[in-house]
């Protein structure tokens, strides 16, 4: 979109142009994004976001209590409440999508 030419080899995701150019389109990631961070892996879904071995990017000073952190973002936007213990299914659910694209990467 921005003519800046780049190495498409080293590029391990889908492209989202159609669906700038046409919001009407549905997202190739609508069953679930994930991305990687070092150990941190994350999975988002809908309004549902999952962060494994989280650690603190943010420079907020968060500390988190547990390796599996469950998220509502259009209810905690800040993502200050870890969910996963009163939605293990959403976990589960999440997890493997998270699973599924893991094996796609290595």
């Not at 498409?8 to 549905?26: H, M, Q, T, Y």
């Not at 599996?68 to 969910?83: A, I």
Request: with cysteine; net charge negative.
């Amino acid at each position: 979109l921005c003519d800046i030419p780049l190495e498409v080899d080293s590029l391990d995701g889908k492209s989202l142009v159609a669906v700038i150019k046409n919001p009407d389109l549905e997202s190739e990631h609508s069953q679930g994004y994930c991305w990687k961070f070092k150990e941190m892996w994350a999975v988002r879904k809908e309004n549902w976001k999952l962060l494994g071995n989280p650690f603190d990017t943010s420079q907020r000073d968060l500390v988190f209590d547990s390796n599996l952190f469950l998220v509502n973002l259009n209810d905690d936007p800040q993502e200050k409440y870890n969910l996963a213990d009163k939605f293990p299914e959403k976990v589960k659910e999440l997890e493997e999508i998270y699973k599924k694209w893991l094996e796609t990467i290595n």
